[in-house]
C-alpha cells in the first residue's frame, strides 16, 4: 500500500522560504511512470495543483509559482520535497502531496499539512 507523509513547519514568515517533504512508503519514487504532486488547498483559492516530479526527476511546475516554485527530490530517502520562495499570506493552506500516474492524476495522497504564512 502506497503512503505519503508531509512534513515541515507550521508556521513560516513572510519573505521566507516554505520547504515541505514528502516521505513515501510502499513505493518508490523512481517507479516508472510514477508522478509525485504537491497540491494546495485554501479556502479562497480551492484546490490548486503546484506542481509535481516525475519518476525521471523531470519537474512540472503551474506557470502561475513558476518564478518561485522548485521540487526537488533525494532518491536515497525516497522523499521529494517542494520549496516555495517569497511567501505571503496568501499562501496559507493545507499542502498535500500525492502520487499517481500522470501528473495531473492523484490516486494516493498524503494527508496534508496546514502551513499558515503570518509575522
Known amino acids: 500500500q502506497v503512503q505519503l507523509q508531509e512534513s515541515g513547519p507550521g508556521l513560516v514568515k513572510p519573505s521566507q522560504t516554505l520547504s515541505l517533504s514528502c516521505t513515501v512508503s510502499?513505493?518508490?519514487?523512481?517507479?516508472?511512470?510514477?508522478?509525485w504532486t504537491w497540491i494546495r488547498h485554501s479556502p479562497g483559492k480551492g484546490l490548486e495543483w503546484m506542481g509535481a516530479?516525475?519518476?525521471?526527476?523531470?519537474?512540472y511546475v503551474v506557470p502561475s509559482l513558476k518564478s518561485r516554485t522548485s521540487i526537488s527530490r533525494d532518491t536515497s530517502k525516497n522523499q521529494f520535497t517542494l520549496h516555495l520562495n517569497s511567501v505571503t499570506p496568501e499562501d496559507t493552506a493545507v499542502y498535500y502531496c500525492?502520487?499517481?500516474?500522470?501528473?495531473?492524476?492523484?490516486?494516493?495522497w498524503g494527508q496534508g499539512t496546514l502551513v499558515t504564512v503570518s509575522s
Open positions: 516530479i516525475a519518476y525521471s526527476g523531470k519537474t
Open positions: 500525492a502520487r499517481g500516474p500522470r501528473r495531473t492524476t492523484q490516486e494516493y
Open positions: 510502499g513505493d518508490s519514487i523512481t517507479t516508472n511512470s510514477s508522478y
